[in-house]
């Protein structure tokens, strides 16, 4: 008996899981969000945009991710717009165009911002190279990197980019970023030399990563996975996919917990039978 | 149930890909070769738009794009260093391919040299020194202390030039703690990220695909 | 004594930074240029020295005298090993260092006649792995055994790398599977993968997010610098050695800062708090 | 000479990098790493073409010889050549029509898609999703089996990761309400101490590890410039 649950076949442990994500997301419930100090952090930054300020916002995410951040990336894109900011668009990742087109569908269409005046895509320039060689770039001349935004408009004939040189001509860099290129380099490049704020969405695991850059005021705030994109959502009084996904996150994250406590009851149990 | 065909293409693949867990089969086996071969055509074709063309052509040769603009031959060099790296497919070439190579290696190194001076070693630094005794308040004090002696011990495990023994294996044993904690929690939060991938890819499934939820 | 090196300091650094649209100063950064500097200059020392002979003291690392014996074990079984160096170009120093190591188990597969497969993520990773790899044959003495096929280019897409790599790991089944470099979100993907067909497994990374799933699902694994230090280990060079003499000199340097600092933060010297604050802030 | 001239473009690339940056005012050098930046990235587009070629050459191979399982070869190559050959010939002119025309709702739009955007709408974002959403089943399989209370290293590591579980689910305060936490605590409870431990511990062993690497990063850097280091070209040390 205990030999073969120690030996457990992992597909049961496969199907266990699956059947409790799937069960949640059949039958859900609503969860209320506590708001953590950085989110609240990130928050507070966008909250001091004026109208007229321009925000630089990369969505340097792909679709496996998505789930977690691409929320974020909506509730902060709203946020700013809502404070009258004007938004600079761009992606580092191949895979990132969909969702910056789609946030502009989601957002800023609804919200009646007009393209080139309000908002401008860029489109996306191939960040390679650890994304170093864009950032870089990205810091002193802006119009080498993207010289024609992504509808083909010639960047100098931008009304909302008229005067913008580099990231000194932003009040902040919103960063989406689920991986490198990401904010690790717009750390390393864009703050360390041109001390642009950078508030920043990553995924749950690279958030600790950026724990040091946050307290070391590199990192403006941090909103951090799903739970981070709910609690952006509730600050913003405006509910979205990431609070729809809670509850089968939190099932998903029980069952893990029992998983450990199951092996280890397992373990136990086993070396004890062995002594005995 | 959807009618859309590339919904149903999009969830088949992702039953094709979930196969996998059962274990390695036909239909795995099947999806690992489309997506392989989707996915390097598609990089490398962006990659030709966003760098070769808009990059290199268009800046070169503005007007057969017709765009404004004087030509700007000076990305052609980027072109010419790819094609010393290329090189390399004709037999008896391959050290002109290194120069091209080097060329990469050479300022890429040079810019994350200072850029892991700045931003790995002078501001971490900065941050790392806090005072230890906060007078009146105890959790910062303690907060501070024990983040300095987390910080003091685990980069203390990293001392190479000495056998972790005596009193130097108690600091680095406590440093080994330390990076436990950190390991442990790292994985804990990392639960909620790689979860909300599979709760993204079953509400695919289950609403898009099948329309039994509403998200 | 402390306060008149720091006063040193920020004379060395006084002048102003960088700033983009005024006209650049002759010398910016140069708080950056002196720890620059200050490490060439540690580094030359050791190498010197190391040169001269003197081979510095560097512990085992448990995870390196694994490799050896993965790769045995590999051979008794008859099955291949696999490598992968990561999901960084030749840029990132990762891979450097991946490449480093490769050198070191790609000799010892030759010796051994053990077939080594290392699927790639870059094209230039690649060509340079097969570079390294028929150089390891050569040193072995068997270049007629190295077999350019096993080392191939899959697709620049993070996902599609690791579904064919765990296809390959399914298939072939290799005993031994060696993890260096740079990885992301795949890393416990491979490690369970390989985990489940039985093989033993060494990873090695500086990737901290990552670093928390090798160590719970590899035999071995190298945590961060350990990575650096690993080739430097394997190869017995002693310019290498020296480096990471020097590298642990550098690291007392700065043990040394956070301590001092922290007292001295503590005891709230003047001009102290302003000195990290402003001069290390400003890099 | 073979090993002189790389050696020589890798310490003038890198020199160059770092004279811009500590002496922005010397000339000729003023703005060369905008330019070098722009021709590396270009460069190594043409350098993708060494593994496409590798790719493509020995799937051929591997179909021409009729190796087993070939036919999946022939898949890799037909969705390879499909995609390329929507993908490249949609914006041909850089400017002007968008490289995605995806304009709709959440990944499942339907409407003027062109067919590469179908393509990646509907092969490459699933398959990339759901290869990476193999991680879930993984990390509880891992979790299974691997969090083994065998020595205090191991339990340190498990009760972390099951506090900072605890402490990110929105009810794992309330769950655990019964074990009368908040006497001990105060008003603190599990999402606390879990943001605790992620600021203190955590925060501190990440900081170490960052400093370790960039160490190491330094100095490898260092290395490669003068040529000490020679990994890059296949050679090891020597």
Redesign the interface.
């Known amino acids: 008996m205990i030999e073969r649950l120690q030996t457990l076949d992992?597909r049961w442990i496969f199907l266990i899981l699956f059947l409790a994500v799937a069960g949640s997301l059949l039958f859900p419930h609503t969860l209320h969000v506590a708001v953590e100090p950085y989110v609240q952090k990130a928050y507070d930054t966008l909250d001091l945009l004026k109208p007229g300020d321009k925000v630089l916002m990369a969505f340097d995410y792909g679709p496996?991710?998505a789930p977690e951040i691409h929320p974020a990336a909506l509730a902060m894109l709203r946020h700013s717009f809502e404070r009258g900011a004007k938004v600079v668009m761009y992606t580092l990742w191949n895979e990132g165009l969909p969702f910056l087109d789609a946030s502009i569908q989601h957002v800023a269409v609804p919200m009646g911002k007009r393209e080139n005046i309000d908002y401008v895509n860029l489109g996306f320039k191939w960040g390679?190279?650890?994304g170093s060689s864009v950032i870089e770039g990205m810091?002193?001349n802006l119009k080498a990197v993207f010289p024609v935004t992504h509808e083909g408009v010639p960047y100098d004939q931008v009304p909302i980019l008229q005067g913008v040189?580099?990231?000194?001509d932003f009040k902040v860099l919103i960063a989406v970023s689920a991986?490198?290129p990401g904010v690790d380099e717009y750390v390393r490049y864009a703050n360390?030399r041109?001390s642009i704020p950078i508030v920043a969405a990553v995924t749950r695991?690279?958030a600790?990563?950026e724990f040091p850059y946050v307290n070391g005021k590199q990192i403006y705030g941090l909103c951090s996975g799903l739970v981070g994109s709910a609690e952006y959502e509730e600050l913003i009084h405006h509910p979205g996919l990431g609070i729809a996904g809670l509850f089968a996150l939190s099932v998903a994250n029980l069952v893990v917990i029992a998983f450990i406590v199951f092996g280890n009851l397992i373990y136990f149990w086993g070396r004890k039978s062995k002594k005995g | 149930m959807s009618h859309d065909l590339g919904v149903w293409v999009a969830a088949l693949l992702t039953l094709a890909?979930l196969s996998?867990l059962y274990?390695?089969n036909l239909f795995?086996?099947i999806?690992?070769n489309i997506?392989?071969g989707?996915?390097?055509a598609?990089?490398?074709a962006t990659n030709i738009h966003s760098d070769l063309i808009d990059d290199m052509l268009l800046k070169a040769f503005p007007h057969a794009f017709h765009q404004p603009g004087p030509p700007d031959l000076k990305p052609l060099w980027g072109g010419l260093i790819g094609l010393l790296?290329l090189s390399?497919l004709i037999p008896g070439w391959?050290s002109l391919?290194r120069w091209g190579?080097a060329f990469?290696?050479g300022f890429?190194?040079g810019i994350?040299?200072?850029g892991a001076?700045?931003?790995n070693?002078?501001?971490q630094?900065?941050s790392?020194?806090?005072?230890?005794?906060v007078p009146r308040n105890l959790s910062a004090t303690l907060r501070?202390g024990l983040g300095?002696l987390g910080?003091?011990t685990s980069?203390?495990y990293?001392?190479?030039?000495?056998?972790?023994k005596g009193w130097f294996g108690v600091v680095t044993r406590l440093g080994v703690w330390f990076?436990m904690i950190s390991?442990?929690a790292?994985?804990g939060s990392?639960v909620m990220t790689?979860m909300s991938i599979l709760i993204g890819r079953l509400q695919f499934l289950l609403s898009t695909w099948l329309g039994v939820i509403h998200t | 004594m402390i306060k008149r090196g720091v006063f040193l300091f920020l004379f060395l650094s006084a002048s102003p930074v960088?700033?983009?649209?005024e006209k650049?100063?002759?010398?910016?950064?140069p708080?950056?240029?002196v720890?620059?500097l200050l490490?060439?200059a540690i580094?030359y020392t050791y190498?010197l020295t190391a040169k001269k002979g003197k081979l510095?003291?560097?512990?085992t690392l448990p995870g390196l005298k694994a490799i050896d014996e993965a790769i045995g074990r590999a051979t008794e079984l008859g099955k291949p090993v696999l490598y992968l160096s990561g999901l960084?170009?030749?840029?990132?120093?990762q891979t450097?260092?991946a490449?480093?190591i490769l050198?070191h188990v790609a000799k010892k597969a030759a010796e051994y006649d053990t077939p080594l497969i290392m699927p790639?993520m870059?094209?230039?990773t690649?060509?340079?792995?097969?570079?390294?790899i028929?150089?390891?044959h050569l040193r072995a003495g068997r270049p007629d055994t190295y077999n350019p096929?096993n080392v191939?280019?899959?697709?620049?897409?993070?996902?599609?790398f690791?579904?064919?790599t765990?296809?390959v790991m399914?298939?072939m089944r290799p005993a031994a599977n060696i993890y260096m470099g740079?990885y992301?979100?795949?890393s416990?993907?491979l490690?369970?993968?390989g985990?489940?067909t039985g093989a033993i497994q060494i990873a090695g990374t500086?990737e901290?997010?990552q670093?928390?799933?090798f160590?719970?699902?590899c035999d071995y694994c190298l945590?961060?610098?350990?990575?650096?230090?690993a080739?430097a280990y394997l190869?017995q060079?002693a310019?290498?050695m020296g480096?990471?003499?020097?590298?642990?000199v550098?690291?007392?340097i700065?043990?040394g800062?956070?301590?001092v600092?922290?007292?001295l933060?503590?005891v709230?010297l003047p001009h102290y708090a302003d000195f990290?604050?402003k001069v290390?802030?400003g890099? | 000479m073979q090993r002189q001239i790389p050696m020589f473009i890798v310490f003038v690339s890198g020199l160059t990098m770092i004279v811009d940056?500590?002496?922005?005012?010397v000339p000729y050098i003023q703005g060369a790493r905008e330019i070098f930046l722009n021709w590396g990235r270009i460069a190594?587009t043409f350098?993708?073409?060494?593994?496409?070629m590798?790719?493509l050459m020995?799937n051929l191979r591997k179909v021409a010889l009729r190796k087993a399982g070939w036919i999946y070869n022939v898949i890799l190559l037909g969705s390879f050549a499909l995609t390329f050959y929507f993908a490249v010939q949609y914006k041909m002119v850089p400017s002007g029509n968008t490289f995605i025309t995806h304009k709709g709702t959440d990944m499942g739009s339907s409407g003027t898609m062109s067919f590469a955007s179908k393509i990646f709408l509907d092969v490459?974002t699933p398959?990339?999703g759901t290869?990476?959403s193999?991680?879930a089943f993984?990390?509880a399989?891992?979790a299974f089996?691997?969090?083994r209370a065998k020595n205090i290293e191991a339990i340190l590591?498990l009760s972390s990761a099951i506090v900072v579980m605890l402490g990110s689910i929105p009810f794992g305060d309330s769950l655990f309400a019964w074990l009368g936490l908040e006497h001990i605590l105060g008003h603190r409870n599990f999402s606390w101490l879990s943001t605790q431990i992620q600021q203190i511990p955590m925060s501190a062993a990440?900081r170490a590890?960052?400093?370790?690497?960039a160490?190491?990063?330094?100095?490898?850097?260092?290395?490669?410039l003068t040529g000490?280091?020679r990994?890059?070209?296949?050679?090891?040390?020597?």
């Open positions: 992992r496996s991710v390679g190279l650890q810091g002193s040189k580099g990231y000194r991986g490198s360390a041109y695991v690279s600790p990563k | 890909a996998f274990k390695d795995y086996r999806a690992e997506f392989v989707v996915s390097s598609w990089v490398f790296i390399r391959t391919s190579i990469v290696v890429q190194t994350q040299l200072f001076i700045v931003g070693v002078l501001l630094l900065n790392t020194i806090v005072p230890l005794f501070n300095t910080t003091f980069l203390s990293f001392y190479f030039s000495r056998e972790q990076l390991f442990g790292a994985y990392t790689r | 960088f700033a983009g649209d650049p100063p002759m010398l910016a950064h708080y950056v240029l720890t620059m490490m060439i580094l190498l510095p003291f560097i512990r960084g170009d030749v840029d990132n120093i450097l260092a490449l480093s050198s790639s870059y094209s230039v690649m060509v340079t792995a097969q570079e390294v028929k150089e390891a096929d191939y280019y899959v697709s620049d897409e993070q996902f599609a690791v579904a064919h765990n296809g399914e298939r740079a992301f979100g795949e416990l993907i490690a369970e993968t985990h489940a500086a901290t997010s670093l928390p799933f160590v719970v699902a945590i961060g610098e350990e990575l650096y230090a080739s190869s060079d310019k290498q480096s990471i003499k020097a590298q642990d550098v690291r007392l700065v043990l800062f956070i301590l600092g922290s007292i933060e503590t709230n990290f604050q290390l802030g890099g | 940056y500590f002496f922005p005012r190594l350098a993708m073409i060494l593994g496409i590798n790719l020995s490459y398959l990339s290869i990476f193999l991680v993984f990390i399989s891992a089996r691997a969090f590591l990440q590890i960052n400093f370790g690497v160490f190491g990063m330094v100095f490898m850097s260092i290395k490669i000490i280091d990994s890059y070209f296949g050679g090891g040390g020597e």
